[in-house]
T-cell receptor
Framework: DVKVTQSSRYLVKRTGEKVFLECVQD?????MFWYRQDPGLGLRLIYF???????EKGDIPEGYSVSREKKERFSLILESASTNQTSMYLC????????????FGDGTRLSIL | AQSVTQPDIHITVSEGASLELRCNYS??????LFWYVQSPGQGLQLLLK??????LVQGIKGFEAEFKRSQSSFNLRKPSVHWSDAAEYFC?????????????FGKGTKLSVIP
């Protein structure tokens, strides 16, 4: 089975801190994605990557950046955390071929105080 | 721009009753459609997907969905609901992007099951 692992289930940080969320997948997938999930808004795509060192903006990239130095790892960075970034963050990965399903991690619930 | 509408925010059904969750999409080309389920505190699990061909798609856990192009719908159904089906369900449409595709999700329908 595909395993997508997010480094933390719960994380509490302070306003202005630099925050790193880590995601690792074990299936040699080319594509990786970061979403945020908020009640009543569903999932919204922040950034995705289709290859090492490649990244593309999603629908809500403002306030975030990403890093993909190795194929299996995709990091989401909050350069200066703000309270409106308190949310559930979900990582996903998929095979490079068109329309292969995205496999999700269990999420990181991030609170910014 | 593509969009996905799930008209029902919350649905409650009795165990053993049938279930239909509605999904309408807006997309200019042939849609690639997905249903995901999320149990509390978990990530999303793929239930089923539609790419082409037979408009009635079978998925895991006894779920099925029917693609109706004329109605721009992709409703999820289950003939007999189990208590373990209580979860949140998300419909999504795929759109091609750089190197892969991106998903646009609906806002979700929360399902409660009465024993």
């Amino acid at each position: 089975d595909v395993k997508v692992t997010q480094s933390s289930r719960y994380l509490v940080k302070r306003t202005g801190e630099k925050v790193f969320l880590e995601c690792v997948q074990d299936m040699d997938h080319e594509n990786m994605f970061w979403y945020r999930q908020d009640p009543g808004l569903g999932l919204r795509l922040i950034y995705f990557s289709y290859d090492v060192k490649m990244k593309e903006k999603g629908d809500i990239p403002e306030g975030y950046s990403v890093s993909r130095e190795k194929k299996e790892r995709f990091s989401l960075i909050l350069e200066s955390a703000s309270t409106n970034q308190t949310s559930m963050y979900l990582c996903a990965s998929s095979h490079g071929q068109s329309y292969q399903p995205q496999h999700f991690g269990d999420g990181t619930r991030l609170s910014i105080l | 721009a593509q969009s996905v509408t799930q008209p029902d925010i919350h649905i409650t059904v009795s165990e053993g009753a049938s279930l239909e969750l509605r999904c309408n999409y807006s997309y200019g080309a042939t849609p690639y459609l997905f249903w995901y389920v999320q149990s509390p505190g978990q990530g999303l699990q793929l239930l089923l997907k539609y790419f082409s061909g037979d408009t009635l798609v079978q998925g895991i856990k006894g779920f099925e969905a029917e693609f109706k192009r004329s109605q721009s719908s992709f409703n999820l159904r289950k003939p007999s609901v189990h208590w373990s089906d209580a979860a949140e369900y998300f419909c999504a449409v795929g759109r091609p992007g750089a190197g892969s595709y991106q998903l646009t999700f609906g806002k979700g329908t929360k399902l409660s099951v009465i024993p």
